[in-house]
C-alpha cells in the first residue's frame, strides 16, 4: 500500500505516505501528513498527493509559515531584485493586508480556497459604500504581489505549484483615460511658458516619455544633431525622501525617441538657461548633468512637477488630466494622425504592439472610418477610370 488514511481525532486525519527504502540504511520511510476535515477530504489530499509522487512534485511539508517566507523574500528576492517603488508597494500589501489575513497558513498548506475567501472578504464588489472594503483593482494588486512571491517559493523548491494560478482575481474596469488635443496642449504650453517647467511640459507632450523618464535624462542622453534622446533609465524617489535611478524594466523600455525640430529649439534653449544659471552659481554645467533638475543640479521631485502640471492646467482653464495623461495624448494624437501604431510603440517603449493597439483601442474607430474612406477613394478612382476606359472604347 502506497498511503493510507488514520483517524486521529474528530475531524482530524493523518496521512501515511510510504517513501520507499532509505537507500543508505535499508530502512522504510514513511511521511506523516496531518489534515483537518472530513474523510472525504482527506481521501481527496491522499490522492493529490499520490499523484504528486507519481509525477515526481512531492514535497516535505515544510512548516514554515507564510509569514516567515514572506518576509524572507521580501529581503532576499524583492529588495535586490525588483525596482524600489514597486518594491515599496508590495511591502505595503504584504505588512498591512496578507500577513494580518493569511500570514499563520503554513506555505505549503496554502491552497486556491485562502486567495479566494481572502478577495471576497477584502473587495467591496459595490454593495456597500467605499469605505467597507478595497477597490477590485487595489484587490489585483494584491494577487500581483502574492502571485509574484509564491511563484519564487516555486522556483527555491519551496512550493510543487504556485496556487495563485488557481485562482481569479476580481475584475477591475480599465479607468477612463483622458486626453488633451491640439488646441489644449497649445493654450497649456503657452501658459507653461512663464514657469521653470516649460521645458519639461513640453518635451513631455512632444515625445510620450514618462515622467521618470523625463526626470532621469541627462544632457548626454540629448542628441542635437541627430534630433533624438536616448532613454536609458528612470528616476524614483523612495518613501525616506532618497532618490534612485533604475534601468527600464524591459529590453524595450531602453530606446531612441526622435525629437521633433520645435522641441530641439526647446531644449537648446532651456540648456542655455540652464548653462547661465549654473555659471551665476559657480557650478558649471557638465553633460552628466539633469536636463531638468533645481538650480543645484538636484533631481525635482516627481509629486512637484505633477503638483505644477495640476495647477498650471486649472490656470489655463483647461480640464485637468494626470501628468501621465501627456504620454496618452502624444500617442493618441500620433494615431489620428496616421503614424504606423508600431512606430507609436517604439517611441512609447511598449514590449509589444498589442499593447499600444489595446491601450488606445479608443482611437480605432476613428482610424478604421479613415481608413475605409482612404480605401473606398482609391477603388472607387480606379473603377471609374476603368469604366470611362470601357465606354471610350465602346464609343
Known amino acids: 500500500m502506497r498511503g493510507h488514511i488514520v483517524k ?7 496521512i501515511v505516505l510510504n517513501m520507499g527504502a532509505d537507500p543508505a540504511t535499508g530502512k522504510r520511510k514513511q511521511q506523516w501528513v496531518s489534515i483537518k476535515g472530513t474523510k472525504k477530504e482527506a481521501e481527496k489530499r491522499l490522492a493529490e ?10 514535497m516535505k511539508p515544510s512548516k514554515t509559515t ?9 529581503k532576499d528576492y524583492a529588495w535586490p531584485n525588483l525596482a524600489p517603488r514597486t518594491v515599496e508597494g508590495y511591502e505595503t500589501i504584504i505588512r498591512q493586508h496578507l500577513i494580518p489575513q493569511l500570514g499563520n497558513i503554513t506555505l505549503t498548506q496554502l491552497k486556491p480556497e485562502h486567495l479566494q475567501k481572502y478577495y471576497s472578504e477584502m473587495i467591496c464588489s459595490g454593495r456597500c459604500d467605499s469605505s467597507c472594503g478595497l477597490s477590485a483593482q487595489t484587490v489585483r494588486h494584491h494577487h500581483t504581489a502574492l502571485h509574484k512571491a509564491l511563484q519564487t517559493a516555486v522556483e527555491w523548491g519551496l512550493l510543487s505549484r504556485n496556487v495563485a494560478d488557481a485562482v481569479r482575481p476580481p475584475h477591475a474596469e480599465r479607468p477612463e483615460m483622458h486626453t488633451w488635443g491640439e488646441n489644449d496642449i497649445t493654450r497649456f504650453l ?15 507632450l512632444f515625445t510620450g516619455m514618462r515622467r521618470s523618464e523625463l526626470l532621469a535624462l541627462r544632457w548626454q542622453d540629448v542628441d542635437f544633431i541627430l534630433s533624438q534622446v536616448y532613454v536609458s533609465r528612470s528616476l524614483h524617489q523612495l518613501r525616506d525622501g532618497s532618490f534612485v535611478f533604475r534601468s527600464p524594466k524591459t529590453a524595450k523600455g531602453r530606446r531612441t525617441v526622435a525629437l521633433p525640430p520645435s522641441a530641439i529649439l526647446v531644449l537648446n534653449e532651456h540648456r542655455k538657461k540652464q548653462e547661465l544659471e549654473r555659471a551665476m552659481l559657480g557650478i558649471p554645467l557638465t553633460d552628466n548633468d539633469l536636463v531638468f533638475s533645481h538650480l543645484d543640479g538636484k533631481p525635482i521631485r516627481p509629486n512637484t512637477v ?4 495640476t495647477s498650471l492646467a486649472t490656470r489655463a482653464g483647461l480640464k485637468v488630466i494626470r501628468f501621465h495623461d501627456a504620454r496618452h495624448s502624444h500617442a493618441s494624437l500620433m494615431l489620428k494622425q496616421g503614424v504606423h501604431p508600431k512606430i507609436v510603440q517604439e517611441r512609447l517603449g511598449h514590449s509589444s504592439i498589442a499593447i499600444t493597439l489595446d491601450t488606445y483601442s479608443h482611437v480605432s474607430p476613428g482610424l478604421q472610418e479613415a481608413a475605409a474612406k482612404r480605401f473606398d477613394e482609391s477603388f472607387l478612382a480606379r473603377y471609374n477610370e476603368a469604366e470611362n476606359e470601357t465606354v471610350r472604347k465602346v464609343g
Not at 498527493?49 to 512531492?58: A, E, M, N, P, V
Open 8 to 14: 486521529r481525532y474528530k475531524n482530524s486525519y493523518t
Open 190 to 204: 503657452e501658459a507653461a511658458k512663464s514657469t521653470p517647467y516649460y521645458a519639461l511640459f513640453y518635451t513631455a
Open 306 to 309: 505633477t503638483r505644477a502640471w
Open 49 to 58: 498527493l499520490l499523484h504528486q509522487l507519481d509525477t515526481g512534485t512531492f
Open 66 to 74: 507564510l509569514t516567515e517566507y514572506l518576509e524572507r523574500w521580501l
